[in-house]
């Protein structure tokens, strides 16, 4: 079976790893300053400690006097943190044409209103095809209704701008989602494809 690699571990030279010839060494109840490295392994020996390498790119390299195992235990623990605090952005797209008819909006309406209370973000827009660019004032208005209508559940991130064949719109949720997101290592951006008018069944 193969071993996990710690890439955390792999991250920092540690004692006689260390190819610096001085390193300037912080820690708590050291005499801070820039020694040898001989002179650091003694002092990290005489404490039973190790001499961890921690900005190796400083001039010169920056070494920590402090014990390996504690140290590396709670670097995980502060990437624990900031992994917990990072959360998945989630935009949801609706597509509407200049002229929608009220059906065919207030479906949209109801739609764009469920993704802002599970706390995703809506990008509306106006796609003009050919010609219908001649009625982007039309569609500007019809973004604007859209977000007053939905001042309740959302803030207006970006107000309507035309990019290309498409006037958008951006809204916010006002309200945190009820279900948080799971965390992630960094924000992520998805995308979900239009959401478009079905027919009711008779």
């Known amino acids: 079976m193969a071993v996990k690699k710690d890439n955390l571990k792999d991250q920092y030279r540690v004692n006689e790893k260390i190819r610096a010839k001085e390193v300037r060494v912080v820690g708590d109840n050291v005499e801070q300053g820039v020694y040898t490295v001989p002179e650091a392994l003694r ?3 005489n404490l039973d400690l190790d001499l961890i390498e921690i900005s190796p790119n400083a001039v010169p390299p920056v070494c ?24 998945k952005v989630v935009v949801k797209e609706i ?17 764009a209103k469920s993704f802002l209370e599970e706390g995703a973000k809506v990008k509306a827009y106006v796609f003009f095809k050919g010609r219908s660019i001649l009625f982007k004032e039309q569609g500007e208005v019809l973004l604007l209704r859209f977000a007053n209508d939905l001042e309740d559940y959302g803030k207006v991130e970006q107000m309507p701008a035309l990019e290309g064949k498409k006037m958008i719109i951006m809204l916010a949720p006002k309200k945190a989602a009820v279900a948080a997101p799971k965390p992630v290592t960094r924000p992520e951006l998805v995308v979900v494809k239009p959401v478009e008018a079905k027919e009711e069944k008779q």
């Open 95 to 111: 597509r509407f044409g200049p002229q929608t008819d009220d059906h065919d909006y207030n479906f949209k309406l109801k739609h």
């Open 64 to 87: 920590r006097i402090s014990d390996y195992q504690k140290f590396i235990y709670q670097q995980k623990k502060r990437q624990k943190e900031q992994k917990a605090k990072s959360v």
């Open 43 to 45: 002092m990290a020996q």
